[in-house]
């Protein structure tokens, strides 16, 4: 199957300060990006979806200005938390896939984010 | 809208035990059905996937099928390992808050325990 990476896998932080994750599609090339949300023991929360070249689209609740989405290639998109705090600790996940229905999301390893 | 409903668990087998995990969904159509499996500390990984009503997807030992006339796909192993001990997520794809993507909607997950 495709391969997704995500960097770091981990990252420690001090409140206040930005975060970005990248997400990379290695082996094909990613029309639609998504970034979920997870915490402890719970499902994944969808937070963004994003189409290479345009603006990401936020579910309801997700503060676009707080969460950058950027997806300016095929097979690049990054997630910015700006001004960190500790409730936006989280296991931060991204996923990839082509545009259509039943295309399968292929999910990268997860960044593990703690803000002190 | 589209909604799929799981055997939360958690759920502990002996080793070589008879696994099963439901899910249903409530869908317009006939949308592409999916499971995904999540290890400890990880992304999630597609298990397998139905694109049509009486596929039958599989993997690994595991198998489901697409049920219309139920509107299930519920998730069955024969003889369960150790190393199956994760978290198992049932999702089906629906339309995003912008309506110009298919995001996935997933169940609430079920932790397996397998134990030697």
């Known amino acids: 199957g495709a391969v997704v990476s995500q960097h770091p896998s981990w990252v420690i932080c001090k409140s206040g300060t930005s975060v970005k994750i990248e997400c990379r599609s290695l082996d094909f090339q990613a029309t639609t990006m998504f970034w979920y949300r997870q915490f402890p023991k719970q499902s994944l929360m969808l937070m963004a979806t994003?189409?290479?070249?345009?603006?990401?689209?936020?579910e309801q609740g997700v503060e676009k200005d707080k969460f950058l989405i950027n997806h300016a290639s095929l097979t690049l998109s990054t997630l910015t938390v700006t001004s960190a705090h500790p409730e936006d600790s989280s296991f931060y996940i991204c996923?990839?896939?082509?545009?259509?229905?039943?295309?399968?999301?292929?999910f990268g390893p997860g960044t593990r984010l703690l803000v002190l | 809208g589209d909604s799929v409903t799981q055997m939360e668990g958690p759920v502990t087998l002996s080793e070589e035990a008879f696994l099963t995990i439901n899910c249903t969904y409530t869908?317009?159509?006939?949308?592409?059905l999916f499971w995904y499996v999540q290890y400890p500390g990880e992304g999630l990984q597609l298990l397998l996937k139905a694109t049509k009503a009486d596929d039958k997807g599989s993997n690994k030992g595991f198998e489901a099928t697409y049920r219309k006339e139920t509107t299930s796909f519920h998730l069955e192993k024969g003889s369960v390992q150790v190393s199956d001990s994760a978290v198992y997520f049932c999702?089906?794809?629906?339309?995003?808050?912008?309506?110009?993507?298919?995001?996935?909607?997933f169940g609430k997950g079920t932790l397996l325990t397998v134990n030697p």
């Open positions: 869908a317009t159509g006939y949308p592409s």
């Open positions: 996923s990839a896939s082509g545009w259509w229905p039943g295309e399968t999301q292929y």
């Open positions: 999702a089906l794809p629906a339309q995003n808050s912008g309506g110009s993507n298919y995001k996935l909607t």
């Open positions: 994003s189409n290479e070249g345009s603006k990401a689209t936020y």
